[in-house]
C-alpha cells in the first residue's frame, strides 16, 4: 500500500518556538508538497520541491521554510510560530513529468500554535 | 485569478439521490488534467477521478463520473445513488502541462447525504 507519513497528527505549540513538521513517502516519487488548509479557502500551496534538495516556492511562503535533504522526506519548518499559523497542514507526493498523476497525501497535521 | 473555483460552500442530498458538485477551472494551456478528492471528517485526502483534457470521453470511477464541458471549462463532479458515507468536503484540482509540477484547489464543497 502506498503511503505518505505525517510525523504527528496534532501538535499544540507555543507562539516563538521553531516548529518541525515531517513527511515520509514511500513510492520513489520525486514531487513533494506542504499545503495549509483552512476553511473556506481550500488548500494553499506553501513550498514544493521537485527533487533532492531543490524546493519553489508557492503560494503562502511567509513564515516558513523547507527541507529535503532525502528523497523520501520532506520537512516543513515554522521558524518562529504565530497564532495566524495554527491550521491543518498537508503533505502530498507525487510522480513528475505527467499531468495525469494524481498527488498522494498524508493524513494531516492540525497544528494549534497558543 | 483563481485557477480552480468551486462556488457550493455546502450542499445536501438525500440518500440514494444523485448529486452534482461544481467545479470550473482557468487555464490558457491545452494540456491539463483534472482531479477530484474526497476529504470525510478524519481529514484524510482520497483521491476520486481523473480527466484528462484531451480525453474525449467522460471519466467514471465506479458511482462517480465527471461531466466534463471543455469549451465551458467545467469539470462537475456526479455522484449517483448518494450513500451517507459520502458525506465529507469535496476538492477539485488541475495540474497543468507547462508547469505540471504545480497543483491547483478549489475551496471546497462540504456535502451532506440525509438518510
Known amino acids: 500500500d502506498v503511503k505518505v507519513t505525517q510525523s504527528s497528527r496534532y501538535l499544540v505549540k507555543r507562539t516563538g518556538e521553531k516548529v518541525f513538521l515531517e513527511c515520509v513517502q514511500d513510492?520513489?516519487?520525486?514531487?513533494m508538497f506542504w499545503y495549509r488548509q483552512d476553511p473556506g479557502l481550500g488548500l494553499r500551496l506553501i513550498y514544493f520541491?521537485?527533487?533532492?534538495?531543490?524546493?519553489e516556492k508557492g503560494d503562502i511562503p511567509e513564515g516558513y521554510s523547507v527541507s529535503r535533504e532525502k528523497k523520501e522526506r520532506f520537512s516543513l519548518i515554522l521558524e518562529s510560530a504565530s497564532t495566524n499559523q495554527t491550521s491543518m497542514y498537508l503533505c502530498?507526493?507525487?510522480?513528475?513529468?505527467?499531468?495525469?498523476?494524481?498527488?498522494?497525501f498524508g493524513q494531516g497535521t492540525r497544528l494549534t500554535v497558543v | 485569478a483563481q485557477k480552480i473555483t468551486q462556488t457550493q460552500p455546502g450542499m445536501f442530498v438525500q440518500e440514494k439521490e444523485a448529486v452534482t458538485l461544481d467545479c470550473t477551472y482557468d487555464?490558457?494551456?491545452?494540456?491539463?488534467?483534472l482531479f477530484w478528492y474526497k476529504q470525510p471528517s478524519s481529514g484524510e485526502m482520497i483521491f476520486l477521478i481523473y480527466q484528462g483534457s484531451y480525453d474525449q470521453q467522460n471519466a467514471t470511477e465506479g458511482r462517480y463520473s465527471l461531466n466534463f464541458q471543455k469549451a465551458r471549462k467545467s469539470a462537475n463532479l456526479v455522484i449517483s445513488a448518494s450513500q451517507l458515507g459520502d458525506s465529507a468536503m469535496y476538492f477539485c484540482a488541475m495540474r497543468e502541462g507547462y508547469n505540471f509540477n504545480k497543483f491547483y484547489f478549489g475551496s471546497g464543497t462540504k456535502l451532506n447525504v440525509k438518510p
Open positions: 520541491s521537485y527533487d533532492v534538495k531543490m524546493k
Open positions: 513510492m520513489d516519487h520525486e514531487n
Open positions: 487555464t490558457s494551456d491545452p494540456s491539463y488534467g
Open positions: 502530498a507526493s507525487s510522480k513528475a513529468g505527467a499531468v495525469n498523476t494524481e498527488a498522494f
